[in-house]
């Protein structure tokens, strides 16, 4: 299965980006689907993740209440709504899948066994 990320680009601080992971095939329902960053020089960082099956979600405590996960199985897409955005939110946005995750694993970037190629988001002040 091969995840296309979309939907970065720049933007101001304050604006607002809707990032976009598309599955080439239809995801089993018991896949998670998370979403990570990384900026220069820093390691790959938590931001969200969703269950297909459940729709439960959790984010990162730095993103909590500015970005929202979604999913959309019928387009075999999970969606990154980005708003409030600040300087420090630039990275590139990996989104990723595994279908064996428990909830307390779905922060570690070791846990998803599959990777989309990342889109860059760049905010600035």
């Known amino acids: 299965v091969q995840l296309q990320a979309s ?3 720049p933007v101001q601080t304050g604006g607002s980006l809707r990032l976009s992971c598309t599955s080439s095939r239809r995801t089993s329902w018991r896949y998670v689907m998370g979403w990570f960053r990384q900026a220069p020089g820093k390691e790959r960082e938590f931001v969200a993740a969703i269950s297909l099956s459940s729709g439960t979600t959790d984010y990162a405590a730095s993103v909590k209440g500015r970005f929202s996960i979604s999913r959309d199985t019928a387009k075999n897409t999970v969606y990154l709504q980005m708003n409030s955005l600040k300087p420090e939110d630039t990275a590139v946005y ?10 307390s694993s779905w922060s570690e970037s070791t846990a998803y066994d599959n990777w989309g190629q990342g889109t860059q988001v760049t905010v600035s002040s």
């Not at 990996?94 to 909830?103: N, W």
């Open 7 to 9: 939907g970065g680009g």
């Open 94 to 103: 990996y989104c990723a899948s595994d279908g064996t995750l428990i909830r």
